[in-house]
């Protein structure tokens, strides 16, 4: 009778000494319940051409790294940047300190060599991959609970139920332009889909009237980004960058926004980029009281605006951004 075929997980192991890196890997011979293949990086650069090349279940990195970037700041760069599988550091030293740092860059563990055995890095990478795959179901069910609670709430004064996503559409694509290190964090996304949350403390005689709003209702309008602020903060993987959106996407870079009256760049980044976004959307869709503009004449306003309502910066880049987009589509008609 044949024996059962092991199944086999594809390390990607970063360290710069070679003994280091053959003891590690004669540990991965003596474990015979799972089999190990094993990639060998000498550094940060290779690492990450491997990264771009192949795809790993795990990745053990030598936290002292030589050469000027760490095993930590590959670490931290593999995590932030959305590389699908979890991280170990290696270290020489039993370290408090190195232990807390690896949990704040979000590693799921740190072995000492000296400590190493076969059975324990095998659990180590076990534990991690159960640990890993659990986080990014975790982040799949957020994904579909916010897009779904997103498109619930555009249905109350969008029948298409399709602002949303096309505001955070552009609003992802003009980050990845600006701040590309912004655009890895996942909160952003939520944050651009439930900006507008708050509205669901706004009556509908107030959020659906057809002509222009009085004094007074614009003024109970205007506290959905509050609102939108307080119902975020209770929740914790949405208290960051997408609460900072909720209440800041109708500060003005002048100063003349609401609610706090923020200037420049007082106000946070996230919001500026949604801002112009979400100006642009509501001049190129059709409202119940005006029909949608063309979209170089909301261009033409978002560049007249530079300055006063958006981030002169950012609003140069957008218009270019959307003029590529439409020249693209043209083309490909």
Same mark, same amino acid.
């Given at each position: 009778?044949?024996?059962?075929?092991?199944?086999?997980?594809?390390?990607?192991?970063?360290?710069?000494?070679?003994?280091?890196?053959?003891?590690?890997?004669?540990?991965?011979?003596?474990?015979?319940?799972?089999?190990?293949?094993?990639?060998?990086?000498?550094?940060?650069?290779?690492?990450?051409?491997?990264?771009?090349?192949?795809?790993?279940?795990?990745?053990?990195?030598?936290?002292?790294?030589? @050469?000027?970037?760490?095993?930590?700041?590959?670490?931290?760069? $593999?995590?932030?940047?959305?590389?699908?599988?979890?991280?170990?550091?290696?270290?020489?030293?039993? &370290?408090?300190?190195?232990?807390?740092?690896?949990?704040?860059?979000?590693?799921?563990?740190?072995?000492?060599?000296?400590?190493?055995?076969?059975?324990?890095?095998?659990?180590?990478?076990?534990?991690?991959?159960?640990?890993?795959?659990? $986080?990014?179901?975790?982040?799949?069910?957020?994904?579909?609970?916010?897009?779904?609670?997103?498109?619930?709430?555009?249905?109350?004064?969008?029948?298409?139920?399709?602002?949303?996503?096309?505001?955070?559409? $552009?609003?992802?694509?003009?980050?990845?332009?600006?701040?590309?290190?912004?655009? &890895?964090?996942?909160?952003?996304?939520?944050?651009?889909?439930?900006?507008?949350?708050?509205?669901? @403390?706004? =009556? &509908?005689?107030?959020?659906?009237?057809?002509?222009?709003? &009085?004094?007074?209702?614009?003024?109970?309008?205007?506290?959905?980004?509050?609102?939108?602020?307080?119902?975020?903060?209770?929740? =914790?993987?949405?208290?960051?960058?997408?609460?900072?959106?909720?209440?800041?996407?109708?500060?003005?870079?002048?100063?003349?926004?609401?609610?706090?009256?923020?200037?420049?760049?007082?106000? =946070?980044?996230?919001?500026?980029?949604?801002?112009?976004?979400?100006?642009?959307?509501?001049?190129?869709?059709?409202? =119940?009281?005006?029909?949608?503009?063309?979209?170089?004449?909301?261009?033409?306003?978002?560049?007249?605006?530079?300055?006063?309502?958006?981030?002169?910066?950012?609003?140069?880049?957008?218009?270019?951004?959307?003029?590529?987009?439409?020249?693209?589509?043209?083309?490909?008609?």
């Amino acid at each position: 009778m044949s024996e059962p075929r092991r199944r086999v997980r594809r390390v990607l192991l970063v360290e710069d000494d070679e003994e280091d890196y053959e003891f590690t890997k004669e540990l991965f011979a003596q474990i015979d319940v799972v089999a190990y293949e094993v990639t060998w990086a000498r550094g940060v650069r290779s690492a990450l051409d491997a990264t771009d090349e192949e795809r790993y279940d795990v990745c053990l990195i030598d936290y002292r790294l030589g @050469g000027a970037e760490s095993g930590v700041d590959l670490a931290e760069l $593999l995590i932030s940047d959305g590389h699908r599988m979890p991280v170990i550091l290696l270290t020489g030293t039993d &370290d408090r300190e190195i232990d807390e740092k690896a949990a704040a860059i979000g590693a799921h563990d740190f072995l000492v060599k000296g400590q190493i055995s076969a059975t324990v890095l095998d659990r180590a990478i076990r534990y991690a991959i159960q640990n890993h795959t659990a $986080l990014l179901a975790l982040q799949d069910s957020y994904r579909t609970t916010v897009h779904a609670l997103a498109a619930a709430l555009e249905l109350r004064d969008d029948q298409t139920g399709a602002h949303a996503t096309r505001v955070t559409e $552009l609003a992802m694509e003009l980050t990845r332009r600006v701040a590309p290190e912004l655009a &890895d964090d996942p909160e952003l996304e939520y944050g651009f889909l439930l900006h507008d949350i708050g509205k669901i @403390g706004v =009556p &509908d005689g107030i959020l659906l009237k057809p002509g222009p709003l &009085d004094d007074q209702e614009r003024g109970r309008m205007q506290t959905h980004v509050t609102l939108g602020e307080h119902i975020l903060a209770d929740i =914790p993987f949405l208290n960051g960058v997408a609460r900072q959106i909720a209440v800041a996407h109708h500060e003005r870079w002048d100063g003349t926004g609401y609610p706090n009256r923020l200037s420049g760049e007082e106000i =946070p980044l996230a919001a500026r980029i949604f801002s112009i976004i979400d100006s642009f959307d509501a001049m190129t869709s059709d409202r =119940p009281y005006r029909s949608a503009q063309p979209v170089e004449s909301a261009l033409t306003e978002i560049r007249r605006q530079a300055g006063t309502q958006f981030d002169p910066t950012l609003a140069e880049v957008f218009v270019a951004m959307v003029r590529e987009r439409e020249a693209q589509s043209a083309a490909a008609a």
